[in-house]
């Protein structure tokens, strides 16, 4: 493995090492585009596996803050989406597709059951 790929997993890794970027990115694979109200809600319930309509204002706002000051910067930056903050508009860009294995592969070991329930213990 020369360094260009050892530093582009390693890039990857650590962009999907947070859960809000996760759950932001499962999103927009599933339906390419998003507004950043409506995810806001999904990654807030994602986090305390809840519905949306049972999410706090503080907390929605926390998760706000959070995707607007970090997460959407740091992955427009590595041109995995391109967001607008007037419009609200998120949609995922050419340099997703490098992450969109790794990213498979965390999804499916989020939604086992038998592994959610070791992690929790």
Do not use: W
Not at 74 to 92: F, K, M, N, T
Not at 99 to 104: A, M, Q, T
Request: net charge negative.
């Amino acid at each position: 493995m020369n360094d260009a790929t050892a530093t582009r997993m390693e890039a990857a890794c650590s962009l999907l090492a947070e859960s809000e970027r996760r759950y932001l990115l499962y999103e927009l694979a599933e339906h390419r585009d998003a507004n950043l109200e409506d995810v806001v809600s999904q990654i807030a319930a994602l986090k305390l596996d809840s519905r949306p309509a049972l999410i706090d204002t503080e907390t929605r706002q926390r998760i706000y803050v959070s995707l607007v000051h970090n997460h959407l910067p740091r992955l427009a930056d590595y041109g995995i989406i391109e967001y607008d903050l007037r419009s609200g508009d998120i949609v995922l860009a050419d340099g997703f597709d490098d992450i969109r294995p790794l990213l498979k592969q965390f999804k499916q070991t989020e939604d086992d059951p038998q592994i959610r329930q070791h992690s929790s213990l």
